[in-house]
């Protein structure tokens, strides 16, 4: 059972060179995920290399001191393994899926990869003209640049948040060889790696492995994170991007909040499922989607951080009804902040939020994904237990309260993209 | 896949209720959760001129309340227990599903039952829903490569009803009339259309009666089978163009390809793993997570050597011929005929010497890790077998392996010579205009991604 009375309680490890690793079996499929996550994200990237724990992730699997691409390739490709790197604020991660019965030669690589990349220049050259082809993707996506421009205007510099994971055509052109092995060699080490193990393989052969794969690995102590507080803004900021080419705008519109370590973190939680989550986007999609047909999409998303993280509400419309778009997310963010949620909403975002916890917990990803962020976050090997109750303890006072401290119109960041002209100023 | 070694996971049973409902029960008990599907055989392949986009707004509105669920009780209904609900609709089936804890199964046959019979189609509700489908279109609009999609199926069929995409064509969403969207849905919603699925932790002969309780009372219908024209055989290279402000050129290259029932189908899954990397067999779960394909034919040919940025393929299991797609991103600077002329002369190679003893047994290695991969849920078990009853039998998801295991060098061979010639093909590109360098848009019409719409 994935979560029985015993929850997932899964076997935790720390190996004597600092690096942790969780195992958990699951047994529905003969296969195995494995999670590793090194606190080396892009909140790292120096001011003037925007970008380099995002090429480093995609130069990494490009040729090890004794692999090369080709081979790598060849030896995952062979069992039907897909090697993904990725980033994000804090963590750079390695994660695939293998059969069980290729769990340990699978981790050998994987581990190969993570500890000695070697970043070829010609691969270097390969990577760097795939991520500027992104970043121009980027620049055609009025969505994308909806949410690259909330978290500009969000978190100004020199607030880490504000700035894109894969950098800048500049920034990219900044980036060699030396810089990749160096921000290797500075970031990715044994004492930042959570390694996480989940699937059709009993705990003890998944840390013997894991011990033989990164037991011997030594590096040098991980450095935290540090993330100065967000600027906290007295007025309504906003910007337009004219995309006149496309047919739908997409609207990026909110707030920053807490830190995960707050308080404040589960009435937060609660709140933003009343507002833009809550059965197809909550309040948001009810006004917007259900009641006014204005939209396919409408809805609220909030992350908090190792700094304080966004409330996002975005909803994407014609040009014709954005004003009409705002003015209902508006009326939303504000009756939520003066009346407060009902009794009833409270009651049925929580049965949500814990009956949803079987399913979120079904898979190996999931899992997988589950135990990383519980252990970045120090929230224990009982989170899955506690967590409920942490949630059905929260009283409507305590939700109203961060709706009254957070949602407020008047201090909103507001951006616009796509095929409209609007008035700088305007609402 | 078949119960492997889990002994959580018993036997698929099949039944059918004498009003023809076929209904499908695997008991998988790793998790205390149940996933319930309703399918139906209809599609956007199955609409005729004017009302293209009607199957997928009659899904729509069978998430806007029904007899015994008032239009202000939808919203929570499956929420309440910690579910998830959702549809799509795609060529040949749309599908309605929930994931919820085992304690919901009945409310999630309630759902579905009341769905099949009840709808209550208030006009406001068609005119609202008609704007939201606009959106929905508009959104898929900002997407270059959905609108090559779109051009490049399009071209490539002229008499098959899979010419069209499945959220529609905007004159049409513009003027379906209500009367029509529940003529449409009358017409297609009964039992004997149907497919219910039920897989997880439940037990086969309570969910039986709890069926026969739901669903016993419906009336079975006759069934209103749209003929659909067989597309001619494809006598030249067809080439299509999309101009439009954007910033990356994209390239497609579709070729006509087998139905799921021909054997051939396998061995077109086993030349889009050499030639792209292979994905496996679930819409639903497997086009979510990049295929292994560092070493294919194509990734090697083309993002190695700096032309394109991704290379991605495309052989998806239909009831009727479909496509086999290709699609591409051109490195920032790569002419999109530099990059066409690389990706069709590996494609040709393919077809004149075929792939090698050694590719045909990694493409099997591949092809059975995924099947394994994409089944990690009881939602993506649950969805096989309804997919597969849509299109063919639900016998497909077990038949899979077998199907893979006869794939030989030689018939493989032959299938590439068949399927991957010349003029069996057509060839899209999206050439990016710089803002400002083209006359104010009238936009073509329409987007869906493969699944057409998930999200109702």
């Given at each position: 059972m994935s979560l029985g009375a015993g929850g997932l309680s899964p076997d935790r490890h720390v190996l004597p060179n600092g690096a942790v690793v969780l195992a958990r079996q699951n047994r529905l499929t003969p296969a195995v995920t494995i999670l590793a996550g090194f606190r080396a994200g892009s909140a790292r990237d120096p001011d003037d290399q925007i970008?380099?724990?995002?090429?480093?992730?995609?130069?990494?699997?490009?040729?090890?001191?004794?692999?090369?691409?080709?081979?790598?390739?060849?030896?995952?490709?062979?069992?039907?393994?897909?090697?993904?790197?990725?980033?994000?604020?804090?963590?750079?991660?390695?994660?695939?899926?293998?059969?069980?019965?290729?769990?340990?030669?699978?981790?050998?690589?994987?581990?190969?990869?993570?500890?000695?990349?070697?970043?070829?220049?010609?691969?270097?050259v390969t990577k760097r003209g795939e991520v500027a082809t992104a970043i121009r993707q980027d620049e055609d996506s009025p969505a994308v640049m909806a949410i690259e421009g909330l978290f500009a205007l969000l978190y100004p510099a020199p607030h880490p948040?504000?700035?894109?994971?894969?950098?800048?055509?500049?920034?990219?052109?900044?980036?060699?060889?030396?810089?990749?092995a160096a921000f290797h060699a500075a970031h990715v080490g044994p004492?930042?790696?959570?390694?996480?193990?989940?699937?059709?393989?009993?705990?003890?052969?998944?840390?013997?492995?894991?011990?033989?794969?990164?037991?011997?690995?030594?590096?040098?102590?991980?450095?935290?994170?540090?993330?100065?507080?967000?600027?906290?803004?007295?007025?309504?900021?906003?910007?337009?991007?004219?995309?006149?080419?496309?047919?739908?705008?997409?609207?990026?519109?909110?707030?920053?909040?807490?830190?995960?370590?707050?308080?404040?973190?589960?009435?937060?939680?609660l709140m933003n499922n009343v507002l833009g989550q809550y059965a197809l986007g909550g309040r948001l999609g009810t006004s917007i989607r259900e009641e006014q047909g204005m939209a396919y999409y409408a809805f609220s998303a909030f992350e908090a951080n190792v700094g304080e993280g966004p409330l996002v509400i975005r909803a994407g419309v014609n040009a014709a009804n954005v004003d009409r778009a705002l003015a209902s997310i508006d009326r939303e963010v504000a009756g939520l902040s003066g009346g407060g949620a009902t009794d009833r909403e409270i009651e049925d975002s929580k049965l949500y939020l814990v009956g949803s916890m079987p399913r979120t917990l079904e898979t190996n990803s999931g899992?997988?994904?589950?135990?990383?962020?519980?252990?970045?976050?120090?929230?224990?090997?009982?989170?899955?237990?506690?967590?409920?109750?942490?949630?059905?303890?929260?009283?409507?006072?305590?939700?109203?309260?961060?709706?009254?401290?957070?949602?407020?119109?008047?201090?909103?960041?507001?951006?616009?993209?796509?095929?409209?002209?609007?008035?700088?100023?305007?609402? | 896949m078949t119960a492997g070694s889990n002994p959580d996971r018993l036997p698929v049973r099949e039944t059918t209720l004498a009003n023809g409902l076929t209904v499908l029960i695997q008991e998988v008990h790793t998790a205390p959760l149940a996933s319930v599907w309703c399918w139906y055989k209809v599609g956007s392949a199955d609409e005729g001129p004017g009302c293209t986009g009607i199957s997928h707004w009659v899904e729509h509105m069978n998430?806007?309340?029904?007899?015994?669920?008032?239009?202000?009780?939808?919203?929570?209904?499956?929420?309440?227990?910690?579910?998830?609900?959702?549809?799509?609709?795609?060529?040949?089936?749309?599908?309605?599903?929930?994931?919820?804890?085992?304690?919901?199964?009945?409310?999630?046959?309630?759902?579905?039952?009341?769905?099949?019979?009840h709808g209550l189609y208030h006009p406001d509700d068609c005119e609202s829903e008609r704007t939201v489908i606009i959106s929905e279109l508009e959104g898929g609009e900002n997407d270059p490569e959905q609108l090559l999609e779109i051009e490049v199926t399009a071209a490539a069929f002229k008499a098959h009803p899979y010419h069209h995409p499945t959220i529609g064509w905007l004159p049409d969403l513009k003027r379906i009339t209500r009367d029509e969207l529940y003529g449409y849905y009358r017409r297609h919603y009964v039992p004997n259309n149907a497919t219910l699925v039920v897989v997880g932790d439940v037990e086969q002969a309570d969910v039986l009666r709890r069926v026969d309780h739901h669903f016993g009372s419906i009336q079975p219908g006759p069934i209103d089978r749209t003929v659909r024209t067989p597309e001619p055989a494809q006598a030249g290279e067809r080439r299509v163009k999309v101009v439009r402000e954007g910033t990356a050129a994209y390239l497609k290259i579709a070729s006509h390809a087998p139905a799921a029932t021909d054997p051939d189908f396998y061995r077109m899954l086993i030349l889009d793993a050499v030639l792209a990397g292979a994905k496996g067999?679930?819409?639903?779960?497997?086009?979510?997570?990049?295929?292994?394909?560092?070493?294919?034919?194509?990734?090697?040919?083309?993002?190695?050597?700096?032309?394109?940025?991704?290379?991605?393929?495309?052989?998806?299991?239909?009831r009727d011929p479909f496509l086999y797609i290709l699609s591409m991103t051109a490195v920032e600077g790569t002419p999109l005929a530099v990059l066409e002329e690389a990706a069709t002369a590996e494609i040709d190679r393919v077809a004149r010497e075929g792939i090698t003893a050694e590719e045909l047994a990694k493409a099997r290695i591949q092809l059975r890790a995924r099947l394994v991969f994409e089944n990690d849920s009881v939602t993506n078990l649950a969805h096989q077998l309804g997919y597969f009853e849509t299109i063919a039998s639900w016998r497909m998801a077990e038949a899979a392996l077998a199907g893979l295991e006869a794939a030989t060098v030689t018939n493989v061979n032959e299938a590439a010579a068949r399927y991957l010639r010349p003029s069996n093909r057509t060839v899209g590109r999206f050439e990016p205009a710089q803002a400002g360098e083209l006359a104010p848009s009238t936009g073509p019409a329409a987007p869906p991604s493969p699944a057409g719409g998930q999200r109702p």
């Amino acid at each position: 059972m994935s979560l029985g009375a015993g929850g997932l309680s899964p076997d935790r490890h720390v190996l004597p060179n600092g690096a942790v690793v969780l195992a958990r079996q699951n047994r529905l499929t003969p296969a195995v995920t494995i999670l590793a996550g090194f606190r080396a994200g892009s909140a790292r990237d120096p001011d003037d290399q925007i970008g380099l724990a995002h090429l480093c992730a995609r130069v990494l699997d490009r040729g090890t001191a004794s692999r090369s691409a080709d081979q790598i390739a060849d030896q995952l490709d062979g069992r039907g393994v897909a090697l993904s790197v990725s980033v994000t604020r804090h963590l750079l991660s390695l994660s695939c899926t293998c059969l069980a019965e290729d769990f340990e030669r699978v981790l050998d690589l994987l581990g190969d990869v993570a500890m000695h990349p070697v970043f070829p220049d010609d691969e270097i050259v390969t990577k760097r003209g795939e991520v500027a082809t992104a970043i121009r993707q980027d620049e055609d996506s009025p969505a994308v640049m909806a949410i690259e421009g909330l978290f500009a205007l969000l978190y100004p510099a020199p607030h880490p948040y504000g700035r894109r994971t894969r950098g800048t055509l500049e920034s990219l052109g900044r980036i060699d060889r030396q810089a990749l092995a160096a921000f290797h060699a500075a970031h990715v080490g044994p004492s930042s790696l959570s390694l996480v193990i989940v699937g059709d393989v009993e705990p003890p052969r998944a840390l013997d492995a894991a011990g033989a794969v990164f037991g011997s690995w030594s590096g040098p102590a991980a450095g935290a994170d540090g993330v100065p507080a967000a600027a906290q803004p007295a007025s309504r900021r906003r910007t337009i991007v004219p995309m006149k080419g496309k047919s739908q705008v997409d609207i990026a519109y909110g707030f920053t909040t807490i830190r995960r370590d707050d308080p404040a973190y589960h009435p937060l939680v609660l709140m933003n499922n009343v507002l833009g989550q809550y059965a197809l986007g909550g309040r948001l999609g009810t006004s917007i989607r259900e009641e006014q047909g204005m939209a396919y999409y409408a809805f609220s998303a909030f992350e908090a951080n190792v700094g304080e993280g966004p409330l996002v509400i975005r909803a994407g419309v014609n040009a014709a009804n954005v004003d009409r778009a705002l003015a209902s997310i508006d009326r939303e963010v504000a009756g939520l902040s003066g009346g407060g949620a009902t009794d009833r909403e409270i009651e049925d975002s929580k049965l949500y939020l814990v009956g949803s916890m079987p399913r979120t917990l079904e898979t190996n990803s999931g899992i997988a994904g589950f135990l990383q962020n519980a252990e970045f976050f120090g929230l224990g090997l009982d989170y899955d237990l506690r967590l409920p109750d942490l949630i059905n303890a929260v009283t409507r006072d305590e939700v109203n309260q961060v709706a009254r401290r957070f949602l407020h119109p008047d201090r909103a960041a507001v951006v616009i993209a796509g095929p409209y002209e609007g008035q700088e100023g305007g609402a | 896949m078949t119960a492997g070694s889990n002994p959580d996971r018993l036997p698929v049973r099949e039944t059918t209720l004498a009003n023809g409902l076929t209904v499908l029960i695997q008991e998988v008990h790793t998790a205390p959760l149940a996933s319930v599907w309703c399918w139906y055989k209809v599609g956007s392949a199955d609409e005729g001129p004017g009302c293209t986009g009607i199957s997928h707004w009659v899904e729509h509105m069978n998430f806007k309340g029904t007899e015994r669920i008032p239009r202000d009780q939808v919203k929570g209904i499956i929420e309440r227990y910690g579910g998830s609900w959702n549809g799509y609709t795609w060529l040949d089936q749309t599908t309605y599903l929930e994931t919820a804890t085992r304690d919901a199964l009945d409310q999630m046959l309630f759902i579905e039952a009341e769905r099949m019979a009840h709808g209550l189609y208030h006009p406001d509700d068609c005119e609202s829903e008609r704007t939201v489908i606009i959106s929905e279109l508009e959104g898929g609009e900002n997407d270059p490569e959905q609108l090559l999609e779109i051009e490049v199926t399009a071209a490539a069929f002229k008499a098959h009803p899979y010419h069209h995409p499945t959220i529609g064509w905007l004159p049409d969403l513009k003027r379906i009339t209500r009367d029509e969207l529940y003529g449409y849905y009358r017409r297609h919603y009964v039992p004997n259309n149907a497919t219910l699925v039920v897989v997880g932790d439940v037990e086969q002969a309570d969910v039986l009666r709890r069926v026969d309780h739901h669903f016993g009372s419906i009336q079975p219908g006759p069934i209103d089978r749209t003929v659909r024209t067989p597309e001619p055989a494809q006598a030249g290279e067809r080439r299509v163009k999309v101009v439009r402000e954007g910033t990356a050129a994209y390239l497609k290259i579709a070729s006509h390809a087998p139905a799921a029932t021909d054997p051939d189908f396998y061995r077109m899954l086993i030349l889009d793993a050499v030639l792209a990397g292979a994905k496996g067999l679930n819409l639903w779960s497997s086009f979510r997570t990049p295929p292994p394909q560092r070493s294919a034919r194509l990734y090697r040919a083309l993002v190695d050597r700096r032309l394109a940025s991704s290379v991605a393929g495309a052989m998806l299991p239909t009831r009727d011929p479909f496509l086999y797609i290709l699609s591409m991103t051109a490195v920032e600077g790569t002419p999109l005929a530099v990059l066409e002329e690389a990706a069709t002369a590996e494609i040709d190679r393919v077809a004149r010497e075929g792939i090698t003893a050694e590719e045909l047994a990694k493409a099997r290695i591949q092809l059975r890790a995924r099947l394994v991969f994409e089944n990690d849920s009881v939602t993506n078990l649950a969805h096989q077998l309804g997919y597969f009853e849509t299109i063919a039998s639900w016998r497909m998801a077990e038949a899979a392996l077998a199907g893979l295991e006869a794939a030989t060098v030689t018939n493989v061979n032959e299938a590439a010579a068949r399927y991957l010639r010349p003029s069996n093909r057509t060839v899209g590109r999206f050439e990016p205009a710089q803002a400002g360098e083209l006359a104010p848009s009238t936009g073509p019409a329409a987007p869906p991604s493969p699944a057409g719409g998930q999200r109702p």
